[in-house]
């Protein structure tokens, strides 16, 4: 038994045969393999692959629904109270006492409201997005999938949210009594526009977030300042008459400027400001944004995992 | 040979960079190198025009960053269905070998051809939210692991008697025990059905009755349907028992590779080299106050036979030679990072007196050990932490019993520490 281990009847040595250099071996052939794993190599199917793990994006979401409102005791009324509260002491602030008019005779509540709507998603999900690679660092150093899933399950969250205010919206159109024009069918494309306004910043902070910690607590700031920078508790009108259409312009290149005055017009119909070149001047930067975020993802996505 | 590649490796490398705690670049460093961006260029361009190489800004830089790679130029080809174990000592480039070939990093150099679905298990439970019930969870880890939905509903009863928590399934798992919740991991990733699987050391867990349904599983896994495994261990038995070839890595290279049971015989021969340190962080990220460091803890042997005495050479380095005199304690854990016993020497009167002795030499004469490997953590104390190295060395086992009867099995892998005990008769049955 001990003389088998003996040096002499080792099969092994520090240099063999599996560890020849390749070139004495065949070539390997492409196709020999699915794959081949190397460095600075994009994915090839990226696309593809992102939409192959629609399954694990759809199990996040899901995880990060049912996980939410565990352990507390109003539960999702969270989501409905939040916004609520904001709205009024927007409208309280900004209506009775800076005493701003509002769109046409839009009750400055429904007014306010309607831009709560958008902003409280885009700050939502700027917000979990922002944070979501930090946030499951354990998977993104354990397991392989396409990391843009990370950010992307994230929103549905905010869309959740979003869903659920529109509850408050009804009912507080019914206590107004206010009657919502055709334009309220534009709602859906009108939120997809607000996903790509919020994925885009979201993208792009969650990438860097993982390198740059910095923003975690940068973040919560951008995110309190753009609430008053935002023509949330206002008009836009209000800024529009203040800086002329030139300047207005340039206050559009905030693209959550052409989400909100986008949310007013489809619900508080004719009767709200709407200024398409603004509205055009934020789907572009939007859209811009989006491809930075997107660009810049894939560019560091690969080492995630060796500085997360 | 005429079995098909599943995966091949050409000539790998992965190179990391360690930096310095203070270094650690943050959002200030980054804008300060994007503002001095124009200078560096410039200046480069002036050097370039001047004729010298650009060597000296490349060492000034190579100050900041220490490079280290993790793997040099590894080329290898494991054959569809093959049962790979993979042996190393810490920091040998096992986990970032894994890593790679799970697509989780990607090499600085050379390429990876991969072939079919792969499955990686580099942590028992990633993904587990400590909210969520057995039955989510199993939904949650299955798809995280790379499952559809319906392979983990058709499966999912065999995973819940499996893990046995049938009772408790719909209990969050943060009120599991740790027995039930490592159960419950393990048994999703059992069930995963991919054409590659790569495991990390996730046998070290649980109790030994857990450990012994776990290796029985993935024998099972192992020879049915020939599917390729990489599977890194520390628990040498188990890499001879599944596994048909081995790997041997040191320094990031192939020192060994063949037949399971001689490679891992080598290793085990291979005695410790000074320069196998464990811990690559530098002693002064250590906690602890500093004054005194140990600079070196190293077993006489890689790998010691269960009764013989165990020698364990220490250096310690006085930086401050104010320090009062202090004493030392070795923590020995096994695979399960149970500890099995403290040393402390003040209970044999030796103190540590900053200056004086740099080397120390510690025999451990009993208790007999059982098989298996083993870690020592090391701390220097008098009224409060001096230097406190987790891990410090490991050292293994062999599987030469002191006992004459040939007997293996529960006895031995149920206890802590093997008994020097006898069995006689003292009585006859009464006739």
Redesign the interface.
């Known amino acids: 038994m001990k003389d088998s281990?003996s040096p002499a009847s080792?099969?092994?040595?520090?240099a063999?045969t599996?560890?020849?250099?390749?070139s004495f071996k065949q070539e390997?052939q492409a196709e020999?393999?699915?794959?081949?794993?190397?460095?600075?190599?994009g994915e090839k199917h990226y696309w593809l692959d992102l939409w192959r793990y629609r399954?694990?994006f759809l199990?996040?979401a899901w995880?990060d629904v049912?996980?939410r409102y565990?352990?507390t005791i109003v539960g999702v009324a969270w989501s409905l109270l939040q916004p609520f509260l904001v709205m009024i002491i927007m409208t309280v602030v900004f209506g009775r006492l800076a005493g701003l008019h509002s769109d046409g005779s839009v009750p400055y509540a429904i007014m306010v409201f309607s831009a709560m709507l958008p902003w409280q998603f885009f700050a939502n999900s700027l917000f979990t997005s922002g944070q979501s690679l930090t946030g499951?660092s354990?998977?993104?150093?354990?397991?392989?999938?396409p990391r843009l899933i990370v950010p992307a399950s994230t929103v549905v969250v905010a869309v959740i949210d979003f869903l659920l205010s529109l509850l408050i919206l009804g009912a507080m159109m019914v206590f107004y009594r206010f009657m919502p024009s055709w334009h309220i069918l534009a709602l859906p494309l009108l939120l997809i526009l607000a996903f790509v306004a919020s994925l885009g910043p979201g993208v792009l902070v969650a990438a860097l977030n993982v390198?740059?910690?910095?923003?975690r607590f940068l973040l919560p700031f951008v995110i309190q300042f753009g609430l008053y920078i935002c023509p949330v508790g206002f008009s836009s009108s209000v800024v529009r008459e203040k800086l002329g259409d030139g300047l207005f312009l340039l206050y559009s290149l905030n693209p959550m400027v052409g989400v909100i005055d986008g949310f007013r017009w489809a619900i508080l119909g004719p009767a709200a400001n709407f200024y398409l070149p603004s509205f055009l001047v934020s789907i572009a930067v939007s859209a811009l944004i989006l491809a930075l975020g997107i660009w810049y993802f894939r560019k560091t996505e690969?080492?995630f995992?060796?500085i997360i | 040979m005429s079995r098909p590649p599943a995966i091949r490796i050409e000539n790998v490398s992965k190179r990391f960079e360690i930096r310095r705690q203070a270094e650690v670049g943050g959002l200030r460093h980054a804008l300060q190198n994007l503002a001095l961006r124009p200078a560096r260029i410039l200046h480069k361009q002036v050097r370039r025009l001047q004729g010298t190489s650009t060597g000296a800004s490349n060492q000034s830089r190579g100050k900041q960053k220490e490079l280290f790679w993790a793997l040099k130029d590894l080329s290898f080809e494991i054959k569809q269905g093959e049962v790979i174990g993979l042996i190393g000592h810490n920091g040998a480039g096992k986990s970032t070998l894994l890593k790679i070939v799970s697509r989780i990093t990607e090499p600085t150099t050379g390429r990876i051809g991969i072939k079919g679905r792969v499955a990686s298990l580099l942590e028992i439970g990633t993904g587990f939210h400590p909210d969520l019930t057995g039955r989510e969870n199993i939904l949650l880890n299955g798809a995280i692991l790379g499952m559809s939905r319906r392979e983990i509903v058709s499966q999912f009863d065999d995973i819940v008697a499996f893990a046995g928590v049938e009772k408790f399934i719909d209990t969050p798992v943060k009120r599991y025990s740790t027995g039930m919740y490592v159960r419950l991991a393990f048994a999703v990733a059992a069930h995963l059905n991919p054409e590659i699987l790569v495991i990390d050391e996730i046998l070290a867990v649980g109790d030994a009755e857990f450990q012994r349904k776990c290796l029985g599983k993935m024998r099972e896994v192992a020879t049915d349907s020939g599917r390729t495994i990489l599977f890194v261990s520390h628990q040498l038995t188990s890499v001879v028992a599944l596994c048909s070839r081995a790997i041997l890595l040191q320094h990031g290279r192939v020192e060994a590779d063949g037949d399971a049971k001689s490679v891992v015989e080598l290793y085990q021969k291979q005695s410790l080299s000074l320069d196998d340190s464990e811990d690559v962080r530098p002693s002064e990220n250590r906690p602890g106050r500093g004054t005194m460091r140990i600079t070196m803890i190293k077993p006489e042997r890689r790998v010691f036979d269960p009764a013989a005495d165990k020698r364990f050479i220490i250096r310690v380095v006085t930086h401050d030679p104010e320090e009062v005199p202090c004493y030392l304690t070795l923590v020995f854990r096994d695979e399960n990072n149970h500890t099995l016993f403290v040393l402390d020497s003040r209970h044999v009167g030796v103190p540590i007196v900053p200056g004086g002795a740099s080397e120390f030499s510690v025999v451990l004469h009993t208790p007999w050990m059982r098989p298996g490997e083993y870690t020592v953590s090391a701390e220097l104390l008098n009224f409060d932490v001096i230097d406190n190295w987790e891990q410090a060395c490991r050292f293994g086992v062999s599987n030469e019993l002191p006992y004459s009867g040939m007997i293996r099995g529960p006895a031995i892998s149920s206890s802590l520490v093997l008994p020097e005990f006898s069995v006689t008769a003292s009585a006859n049955t009464p006739q």
């Open positions: 281990t080792i099969t092994v040595e520090p063999l599996r560890d020849l250099p390749l390997a020999d393999f699915d794959v081949w794993l190397k460095a600075g190599q399954e694990l199990v996040l995880r049912a996980v565990k352990q499951n354990s998977l993104i150093s354990k397991v392989y999938f390198k740059y910690r910095d923003f690969r080492t995992a060796d």
